[in-house]
Protein backbone atom coordinates (compact mmCIF):
# COMPACT_ATOMS: atom_id res chain seq x y z
CA UNK A 1 0.00 0.00 0.00
CA UNK A 2 1.17 3.78 -0.66
CA UNK A 3 1.64 5.69 2.46
CA UNK A 4 0.63 9.28 2.26
CA UNK A 5 2.39 12.27 4.44
CA UNK A 6 1.47 15.70 4.74
CA UNK A 7 1.52 18.86 6.99
CA UNK A 8 -1.43 20.94 7.79
CA UNK A 9 -1.13 24.46 7.05
CA UNK A 10 -3.42 26.55 8.84
CA UNK A 11 -4.36 30.02 9.75
CA UNK A 12 -3.21 30.99 13.44
CA UNK A 13 -6.77 31.77 14.10
CA UNK A 14 -8.46 28.34 12.88
CA UNK A 15 -11.02 26.84 14.54
CA UNK A 16 -11.41 23.29 15.56
CA UNK A 17 -13.82 22.75 12.44
CA UNK A 18 -11.74 24.15 10.26
CA UNK A 19 -8.80 22.16 11.32
CA UNK A 20 -10.58 18.94 11.26
CA UNK A 21 -12.52 19.65 7.71
CA UNK A 22 -8.62 20.40 6.55
CA UNK A 23 -7.40 17.43 8.04
CA UNK A 24 -10.63 14.92 6.50
CA UNK A 25 -9.71 17.00 2.99
CA UNK A 26 -5.83 15.74 3.05
CA UNK A 27 -6.65 12.29 3.90
CA UNK A 28 -9.31 12.12 1.27
CA UNK A 29 -6.30 13.01 -1.54
CA UNK A 30 -4.47 10.23 -0.61
CA UNK A 31 -4.60 6.65 -1.63
CA UNK A 32 -4.14 5.65 1.85
CA UNK A 33 -3.39 6.99 5.59
CA UNK A 34 -0.88 4.66 7.83
CA UNK A 35 -0.44 5.75 11.50
CA UNK A 36 -2.13 8.24 13.97
CA UNK A 37 -2.20 11.84 12.87
CA UNK A 38 -4.11 13.52 15.63
CA UNK A 39 -3.71 16.80 15.70
CA UNK A 40 -1.06 16.99 18.52
CA UNK A 41 1.21 14.66 17.31
CA UNK A 42 4.76 15.86 15.67
CA UNK A 43 4.83 16.64 12.31
CA UNK A 44 5.88 13.28 10.31
CA UNK A 45 8.81 14.32 7.79
CA UNK A 46 8.56 12.19 4.20
CA UNK A 47 11.05 10.27 2.12
CA UNK A 48 12.60 12.10 -0.25
CA UNK A 49 10.75 10.42 -3.35
CA UNK A 50 7.65 10.83 -1.73
CA UNK A 51 8.20 14.86 -0.98
CA UNK A 52 8.89 15.02 -4.70
CA UNK A 53 5.36 12.81 -5.64
CA UNK A 54 3.43 15.14 -3.45
CA UNK A 55 4.58 18.26 -4.37
CA UNK A 56 5.07 17.80 -8.39
CA UNK A 57 2.90 21.15 -9.96
CA UNK A 58 1.09 19.21 -12.62
CA UNK A 59 0.02 15.53 -13.93
CA UNK A 60 1.47 16.24 -17.92
CA UNK A 61 -0.27 12.80 -18.78
CA UNK A 62 -3.74 13.57 -17.42
CA UNK A 63 -3.60 17.45 -16.55
CA UNK A 64 -4.33 17.07 -13.20
CA UNK A 65 -3.68 20.20 -10.93
CA UNK A 66 -2.01 19.35 -7.45
CA UNK A 67 -3.56 20.15 -4.07
CA UNK A 68 -1.75 23.37 -4.22
CA UNK A 69 -3.04 24.80 -7.89
CA UNK A 70 -6.39 24.16 -6.81
CA UNK A 71 -6.28 25.68 -3.61
CA UNK A 72 -4.53 29.17 -4.09
CA UNK A 73 -3.65 31.14 -0.89
CA UNK A 74 -6.41 33.99 -0.14
CA UNK A 75 -6.58 36.80 2.13
CA UNK A 76 -9.86 38.78 3.20
CA UNK A 77 -8.64 42.54 3.59
CA UNK A 78 -11.48 43.92 6.11
CA UNK A 79 -11.79 47.86 4.96
CA UNK A 80 -12.41 50.84 7.59
CA UNK A 81 -15.10 49.00 9.78
CA UNK A 82 -14.20 51.60 12.13
CA UNK A 83 -16.67 53.41 14.70
CA UNK A 84 -16.48 57.00 12.99
CA UNK A 85 -18.70 55.16 10.08
CA UNK A 86 -21.10 53.21 11.82
CA UNK A 87 -22.00 55.54 14.14
CA UNK A 88 -19.57 58.43 14.79
CA UNK A 89 -18.98 61.72 12.36
CA UNK A 90 -19.44 59.97 9.28
CA UNK A 91 -21.90 57.02 9.71
CA UNK A 92 -23.04 55.43 6.36
CA UNK A 93 -26.89 56.00 7.76
CA UNK A 94 -26.21 59.57 7.33
CA UNK A 95 -24.88 59.43 4.23
CA UNK A 96 -26.78 60.04 0.66
CA UNK A 97 -27.63 56.22 0.52
CA UNK A 98 -28.69 56.03 4.16
CA UNK A 99 -26.90 52.51 4.79
CA UNK A 100 -26.29 50.78 7.92
CA UNK A 101 -22.66 50.45 8.43
CA UNK A 102 -23.16 48.03 11.32
CA UNK A 103 -24.91 45.68 8.74
CA UNK A 104 -21.35 44.48 7.84
CA UNK A 105 -20.21 43.13 10.85
CA UNK A 106 -21.93 39.82 11.56
CA UNK A 107 -21.72 39.03 8.31
CA UNK A 108 -17.68 39.76 8.59
CA UNK A 109 -17.52 37.51 11.66
CA UNK A 110 -19.31 34.48 10.23
CA UNK A 111 -16.43 35.34 7.52
CA UNK A 112 -14.11 34.85 10.00
CA UNK A 113 -15.44 31.97 11.61
CA UNK A 114 -16.02 29.62 8.91
CA UNK A 115 -13.61 30.56 6.48
CA UNK A 116 -10.16 29.57 6.22
CA UNK A 117 -8.21 32.45 5.10
CA UNK A 118 -4.68 32.34 4.89
CA UNK A 119 -4.34 36.05 5.58
CA UNK A 120 -6.31 38.47 7.47
CA UNK A 121 -6.17 42.25 7.22
CA UNK A 122 -7.96 44.88 8.70
CA UNK A 123 -7.48 48.69 7.22
CA UNK A 124 -8.22 52.37 9.30
CA UNK A 125 -8.19 55.65 8.42
CA UNK A 126 -5.90 57.47 10.68
CA UNK A 127 -6.31 61.13 10.15
CA UNK A 128 -4.57 63.62 11.78
CA UNK A 129 -6.36 66.51 12.85
CA UNK A 130 -5.81 69.03 10.09
CA UNK A 131 -6.57 66.19 7.43
CA UNK A 132 -6.77 67.59 3.98
CA UNK A 133 -10.41 65.55 3.71
CA UNK A 134 -11.95 67.45 6.38
CA UNK A 135 -14.58 70.02 5.22
CA UNK A 136 -13.94 71.96 8.39
CA UNK A 137 -10.33 72.19 7.42
CA UNK A 138 -11.22 73.94 3.92
CA UNK A 139 -9.93 77.20 5.26
CA UNK A 140 -6.81 75.79 5.77
CA UNK A 141 -5.91 75.50 2.19
CA UNK A 142 -7.66 77.81 0.35
CA UNK A 143 -5.06 79.54 -0.82
CA UNK A 144 -4.26 76.07 -2.17
CA UNK A 145 -7.58 75.82 -4.45
CA UNK A 146 -7.67 75.80 -8.31
CA UNK A 147 -9.27 78.01 -10.16
CA UNK A 148 -10.58 75.42 -11.89
CA UNK A 149 -12.38 73.78 -9.32
CA UNK A 150 -16.60 74.02 -9.28
CA UNK A 151 -16.53 75.10 -5.97
CA UNK A 152 -14.51 77.17 -3.42
CA UNK A 153 -13.76 77.98 0.04
CA UNK A 154 -16.70 79.47 0.39
CA UNK A 155 -19.33 77.94 -1.60
CA UNK A 156 -18.15 74.44 -0.59
CA UNK A 157 -20.41 72.03 0.86
CA UNK A 158 -20.16 68.45 2.85
CA UNK A 159 -19.23 65.96 0.09
CA UNK A 160 -18.49 68.47 -2.64
CA UNK A 161 -15.06 67.47 -4.51
CA UNK A 162 -12.81 70.83 -4.80
CA UNK A 163 -10.05 70.32 -6.71
CA UNK A 164 -7.06 71.97 -5.57
CA UNK A 165 -3.88 73.17 -7.44
CA UNK A 166 -1.47 70.23 -8.54
CA UNK A 167 0.32 67.47 -7.28
CA UNK A 168 -3.27 67.58 -4.99
CA UNK A 169 -5.87 67.01 -7.21
CA UNK A 170 -9.59 66.40 -6.44
CA UNK A 171 -10.71 66.13 -3.01
CA UNK A 172 -13.58 65.18 -1.60
CA UNK A 173 -15.06 67.04 1.49
CA UNK A 174 -15.86 64.96 4.65
CA UNK A 175 -16.90 65.37 7.90
CA UNK A 176 -14.11 65.19 9.91
CA UNK A 177 -13.68 61.65 11.17
CA UNK A 178 -11.28 59.02 12.34
CA UNK A 179 -8.66 61.07 14.37
CA UNK A 180 -5.74 59.11 14.85
CA UNK A 181 -6.23 58.03 18.73
CA UNK A 182 -9.23 58.51 19.19
CA UNK A 183 -12.65 56.18 19.88
CA UNK A 184 -13.82 56.91 16.25
CA UNK A 185 -10.91 55.53 14.59
CA UNK A 186 -11.07 52.24 16.56
CA UNK A 187 -12.31 49.21 14.87
CA UNK A 188 -16.37 48.37 15.63
CA UNK A 189 -16.01 46.44 18.93
CA UNK A 190 -17.89 43.66 17.87
CA UNK A 191 -15.68 43.06 15.10
CA UNK A 192 -13.77 39.91 15.40
CA UNK A 193 -10.03 40.50 15.05
CA UNK A 194 -8.14 37.59 13.85
CA UNK A 195 -4.79 36.52 15.77
CA UNK A 196 -1.98 37.28 13.66
CA UNK A 197 -3.89 39.62 11.61
CA UNK A 198 -2.05 42.60 9.57
CA UNK A 199 -3.06 46.26 10.09
CA UNK A 200 -2.94 48.80 7.48
CA UNK A 201 -3.44 52.92 8.72
CA UNK A 202 -3.75 54.78 6.07
CA UNK A 203 -4.51 58.83 5.49
CA UNK A 204 -2.30 59.66 7.97
CA UNK A 205 -0.24 62.53 6.28
CA UNK A 206 -2.16 65.63 6.77
CA UNK A 207 -1.92 66.66 2.94
CA UNK A 208 -2.58 63.24 1.43
CA UNK A 209 -5.81 61.31 1.52
CA UNK A 210 -5.81 57.66 1.04
CA UNK A 211 -8.97 55.16 0.09
CA UNK A 212 -6.89 52.47 -0.83
CA UNK A 213 -5.54 49.79 1.16
CA UNK A 214 -2.34 49.85 -1.27
CA UNK A 215 -1.21 53.44 -2.06
CA UNK A 216 -2.52 56.75 -1.31
CA UNK A 217 -5.15 58.64 -4.00
CA UNK A 218 -2.22 60.47 -5.47
CA UNK A 219 0.18 57.60 -5.33
CA UNK A 220 2.88 59.64 -3.20
CA UNK A 221 3.15 56.20 -0.98
CA UNK A 222 2.40 53.09 -0.93
CA UNK A 223 1.73 51.28 2.12
CA UNK A 224 3.21 47.30 2.80
CA UNK A 225 0.23 45.65 2.30
CA UNK A 226 0.90 43.92 -1.11
CA UNK A 227 4.50 43.16 0.44
CA UNK A 228 3.31 41.36 2.89
CA UNK A 229 0.31 39.79 0.55
CA UNK A 230 3.52 38.49 -1.72
CA UNK A 231 5.67 37.33 1.61
CA UNK A 232 3.10 34.90 2.28
CA UNK A 233 2.15 33.83 -1.78
CA UNK A 234 -2.05 35.26 -1.66
CA UNK A 235 -2.97 34.98 -4.67
CA UNK A 236 -6.86 35.39 -4.00
CA UNK A 237 -8.04 39.35 -2.22
CA UNK A 238 -11.50 39.09 -0.64
CA UNK A 239 -12.49 42.70 0.09
CA UNK A 240 -15.25 43.47 2.88
CA UNK A 241 -16.56 46.87 4.51
CA UNK A 242 -16.87 50.37 4.19
CA UNK A 243 -17.56 52.31 2.45
CA UNK A 244 -18.23 50.11 -1.15
CA UNK A 245 -18.09 53.77 -3.52
CA UNK A 246 -14.55 54.25 -1.83
CA UNK A 247 -12.32 52.41 -0.16
CA UNK A 248 -13.74 49.35 -0.86
CA UNK A 249 -13.66 50.25 -4.68
CA UNK A 250 -10.11 51.73 -4.47
CA UNK A 251 -8.37 49.12 -2.67
CA UNK A 252 -10.02 46.49 -5.31
CA UNK A 253 -9.06 48.38 -8.17
CA UNK A 254 -5.11 48.27 -6.57
CA UNK A 255 -5.52 44.94 -6.58
CA UNK A 256 -6.20 43.77 -9.48
CA UNK A 257 -3.48 46.16 -10.72
CA UNK A 258 -1.13 44.04 -8.57
CA UNK A 259 -2.42 40.80 -10.42
CA UNK A 260 -4.11 39.46 -7.84
CA UNK A 261 -7.48 37.43 -8.18
CA UNK A 262 -9.54 40.39 -6.87
CA UNK A 263 -13.25 39.20 -5.20
CA UNK A 264 -15.47 42.06 -3.58
CA UNK A 265 -18.14 40.57 -1.23
CA UNK A 266 -20.89 42.27 -2.00
CA UNK A 267 -23.41 41.74 0.61
CA UNK A 268 -20.30 42.66 3.35
CA UNK A 269 -19.81 45.81 2.01
CA UNK A 270 -22.12 49.22 2.39
CA UNK A 271 -22.00 52.12 0.47
CA UNK A 272 -22.05 56.56 0.39
CA UNK A 273 -23.77 56.85 -2.59
CA UNK A 274 -26.12 54.70 -4.32
CA UNK A 275 -25.04 56.34 -8.07
CA UNK A 276 -21.80 56.56 -7.33
CA UNK A 277 -21.78 52.61 -6.78
CA UNK A 278 -23.21 51.59 -9.27
CA UNK A 279 -20.68 53.56 -11.31
CA UNK A 280 -17.70 52.16 -9.15
CA UNK A 281 -19.27 48.28 -9.28
CA UNK A 282 -19.53 48.21 -13.65
CA UNK A 283 -16.07 50.06 -13.42
CA UNK A 284 -14.80 47.28 -11.53
CA UNK A 285 -16.32 44.43 -13.37
CA UNK A 286 -15.07 45.49 -16.88
CA UNK A 287 -11.57 45.21 -14.98
CA UNK A 288 -11.97 42.01 -14.17
CA UNK A 289 -13.09 42.02 -10.31
CA UNK A 290 -15.80 39.70 -8.83
CA UNK A 291 -18.25 40.16 -6.69
CA UNK A 292 -19.82 37.56 -4.53
CA UNK A 293 -22.13 37.00 -1.90
CA UNK A 294 -20.66 35.94 1.77
CA UNK A 295 -21.91 32.59 1.58
CA UNK A 296 -20.11 31.77 -1.73
CA UNK A 297 -17.00 32.37 -0.06
CA UNK A 298 -15.96 29.46 1.93
CA UNK A 299 -16.77 27.22 -1.07
CA UNK A 300 -14.29 29.73 -3.54
CA UNK A 301 -12.00 29.74 -0.66
CA UNK A 302 -12.25 25.57 0.02
CA UNK A 303 -11.53 25.43 -3.83
CA UNK A 304 -15.04 23.50 -4.43
CA UNK A 305 -16.57 25.65 -7.20
CA UNK A 306 -14.75 25.89 -10.34
CA UNK A 307 -12.63 29.05 -11.36
CA UNK A 308 -14.56 30.13 -14.06
Known sequence: SHTCFFTLDLPPYSTEEIMYERLNYAITHCSSIDGDYGLNEPTMQPDLDEEEDISSTRNTDSGESTLQDQHPLSALIIVDVQNDFIHGTLAMKDCPAKQDG???VPIINHLLKTVPFDVVAYTQDWHPKDHISFYENLHLRQHLISSKSKVNATTANLYDTVRFKTPIGEQVLWPTHCIQNTSGAQLHEALIVAHNSVFILKGDNSNIDSYSAFWSNQRK????????????????????????????????????????????????????????????????????????????????????????
Open 102 to 104: EAV
Open 221 to 308: SRTNLDKKLKERNIRNVYIAGLALDFCVASTASHSLELNYRTFIIEDACRGVDESVMKIKVEELKKDGCEFVQADMVESLVRGFMPND
